[in-house]
């Protein structure tokens, strides 16, 4: 790890890569499919690295149902060479992409018990933002790094998650309260974006959600105006 370097960084776009893959070994479906199937194979690729799914031994129906599965024009065998072929292109490369570098740190923190005893010394308190949007080996990094002690702090939203290629579910918030067993929840009640009348029917749509911290959000009375100021330079302020 010592000799990781920029030079390690896969620098070219993970999906200009997985293209050429597809047009070189798969030519006939790579010219089928559309944009926004190629990108969903790439974000597939993340999804079952960083969620820890065992591709080749995922049952096909199972897989085939899941939300996520890039495109029906691709069976589960031809996934499986596809995603060989780009981690023999990275190999060759010796090259690194951002989930590497991510699997990489929690087996290091895993294997090393000297390293993993530095990392969780060296910070007085660990603050996960977004903490919805974090993926399942994210998480696990957390709880690596935290340990038995209660230096970790997170925020974030239960009623929210955008990452979910990524192998997010959005009972990261919930689960939170229940591994780190001391922990407080502290519900922020006003939000400062929207007036009272969007965040209202925000509230009544949001509460048939029922795996989430229960909370009722208060929006702006009245919206609030920016006066701009003219100033001549910057000493005038």
Known sequence: YDKLTMETVLLEDSQEVFEDIMSEHFEETYYLLSGYEMKQIVQFYTYIQEGGIDLPNTNEETLYSNRYYPTKRLNKQQ???????????????????????????????????????????????????????????????????????????????????????????????????????????????????????????????????????????YGIEKPHYLEMLEISNKYDV
């Open 79 to 217: 996934l499986i060479e596809i995603y060989d072929k780009y981690e023999t292109y990275k190999l060759i490369k010796s090259k690194m992409d951002f989930t590497d570098f991510i699997m990489k740190f929690k087996n290091l923190l895993l294997t090393d018990d000297h390293m993993r005893k530095r990392v969780q010394t060296a910070y007085q308190f660990i603050i996960s933002d977004e903490h919805q949007d974090q993926s399942p080996t994210f998480i696990e990094i957390e709880k690596l790094i935290a340990g038995d002690t209660n230096k970790m702090k997170a925020m974030g939203d239960s009623d929210q998650t955008l990452f979910n290629f990524r192998g997010i579910e959005t009972y990261n918030m919930l689960e939170f309260k229940n591994h780190y067993k001391n922990s407080v929840v502290t519900t922020l009640s006003y939000n400062m974006r929207c007036p009272a009348k969007i965040v209202d029917i925000s509230n009544n749509l949001i509460q048939n959600n029922k795996l989430r911290y229960e909370k009722y959000l």
